[in-house]
């Protein structure tokens, strides 16, 4: 074994349970490790597709790790890194030195431990769901969706098979599937026979193979398989398969490969700043996020903004419940589950996007089959909150629909909301602009554009004026009753722009012109002239009071970036940020931080983020998680605001032009690598009193950057 590496976070004493806990993962599989003070190594493991039966993500189990004799006698030293260049973690206890990784390449827990002597290590698989066990009260809440249901929310158990040649497998199994209920519920059983159920038979689990005996090093492997087979049998024939398959590599070079990943991730981009005293605060901030992205953001599915792959046992006041629980249970919601996938651009992790987009692609036959359906007409849309497989959650849908037609929504606060689809585009595109990738234009991208401007181009009529007016239809969350709310009008402007400027002989001429023709139809982005400066206003027309707590009419400024640095009607936007109705400093979701950072504003991004890389969860040791605040720990969408306002006040990328320190403060030196449009790196220094210093590669774009002064 290999100890060679930096640490970015060190602990010198044990911890008492799972709060204590460290993460790693290979951005599929995860653990969360911890160290007790009777010597044990402890860790939970998950994985992006343990989706149970009732479409929860699961841990796969919890895994003890004792050795004998113990070697955290008293006194003995202690000490626990987490090493983020490589991808692992490093143990010493006593006399023995453990390293633990999620292999990057393989799907595989590594642990290696060696001493100065003979010892044993035990394996010892810990499960809590042994019996049929029904979720009640707040915690069935880990099932939102299912909850107050006509059927109960019944956790079923796992098995647990002891095999020779010091292997145990266990896995859980769905023997029963709501999909094709819910489907059927949402007025779409057509879909049923056509579509495959993604949650019958899914099975998750795996293989412990430890070192027998003792001896003075040890190798113990946990091997990790999620299929859906016909029977059991067939899983664990996969799973066999896959061990003799990661068998053939050589430890020694499955470790050298999976630092190698790990240090080309790393070279992509970073940020470094320093000059004042929160500066250790913000590089570990936007280092461990960025981490967090990678340790859990390369599986079959996207991130979970309520906790990723990390959750560990509920320790919030009155909710004590065990690590498969988490908060707003297995939806997504897309205001959420977008935040980490915009600081990818710049960090240039395109790579990490991918699951996003295929979640989206996979659900689409869904999404656009609903729209005939419900509406009577073509295109897709996506509602705000949705399972993995493209359906609404049945609380959210409504569970009595006696006397509704099928497109009717009981929750007010997504019932109109179809904004998601626009975003996402809009993402889509930057992603098209930053790498070209024409794989992915014409597999992804111009598939995706047809569908969701088509819904919007036959869902809403055209007014007295020929304008499109939308109604019925809602800003976010918060104003429920609109017409032609500030986002979806924003984010039309912006995509039928970025598409024309970019990707006009791309189109296929009869989308080509149906675009042009809806894009000459669009109302104008709703501003105000009744004070003395014009601000952006919700909406053209808000109908009732707001229910929630965004700023909608700054949607113009991100994610649909038509104000900002670099771009007409600058004093306008920024005179609607200082007007804003929720100026609230909580973190979370709350996109504050992104919208200063765009406007230019560097001393109000700069105190956002400074203030909110500090506000760790109080009841985590670990200096990278964040929340609960709206949602649960840790949180992904509050580092991941941090992360895209850090990387705007340094560089901003549009119509192929690059706005270089647009709100950068004087008072703050940094070296940093970012990525830009046309496949561009841009890279530079600023150290307070000198000028700065940059290059871009190509050598070619250097007449597209504007070079901007520090404030």
Known sequence: MQFGSAADVVWNSPSRDSSGSMPLGNG????????????????????????SENVRLLKL?????????????????????????????FLRLGKVRVLIWVDANQPVIRVEAAGSSRFTIRAELESWR?????????EAHSAYGL?????????TPDAVRAEANQRLVWFHRNES???????????????????????????FGGAIVQSPGAQPAHTVSIHLLTAQTPT?????????????????????????????WWNQFWSRSWIQVSGFPEAES??????????????????????????????????EPGQNFDADYRRWGGPYWFQNTRLPYWSMLAAGDFDLMQPLFKMYADAMELATLRSRYYFEHRGAFFPETMYFFGAYAPVNYGWDRQGRKPDYVENTYIRHDYNGGLELLAMMLDVQAYRTDRGFLKRTLLPFADEILTFYDQHFLLGGNGKMRMEPAQALETYQKTVNPAPDVAGLHYVLARLFWSLEPELPKGLGDQLRLLQTELPPIPVSEETERALLLPAEEVLEPPRNTENPELYAVFPFRLYGVGKPDLAMARATFAARRIKDDRGGWRQDPIQAAYLGLANQARDYVV???????????????YGPNFDWVPDQCHGSVQMIALQAMLVQSSYGRIELFPAWPKDWNVEFRLHAEGNTVVEGSYRSGQAAQWKVSPQSRRNEVTLHPVQ
């Open 232 to 260: 059991v049998a067939a899983w664990e024939q996969q799973l066999a398969e896959q061990i003799q398959r990661v068998g053939q590599v050589p430890l020694e070079k499955a470790r050298r490969e999976h630092r190698a």
């Open 61 to 89: 189990g919890r895994v003890r790790l004792r050795m004998t004799p113990n070697p955290l006698t008293t006194g003995a030293p202690f000490t626990q890194e987490l090493r983020t260049d490589t991808g692992e973690i």
């Open 28 to 51: 599929d599989i995860g653990i969360n490790l911890w160290v007790e003070p009777s010597g044990d190594i402890v860790f939970y493991i998950s994985k992006t597709d343990a989706w």
């Open 130 to 138: 042994t019996r049929p066990r029904t979720l009640e009260g707040a």
């Open 177 to 203: 599937s709501p999909w094709a209920g819910i489907l059927g519920h949402q007025g779409l059983a057509p879909l049923v026979p056509r579509l495959a159920d993604p949650l019958l038979h899914r099975t």
């Open 282 to 315: 913000v590089n570990l901030g936007y280092r461990l996020q960025r981490f967090l992205h990678a340790a859990g953001g390369r599986g079959a599915y996207p991130i979970k903004f309520n906790g990723s792959i990390f959750t560990v046992d509920a320790r």
């Open 147 to 155: 909850e107050n249901g006509p059927e109960p929310i019944v956790v």
């Open 611 to 625: 203030r909110n890389f500090a506000k760790k969860h109080p009841g985590s040791r670990f200096p990278g998680f």
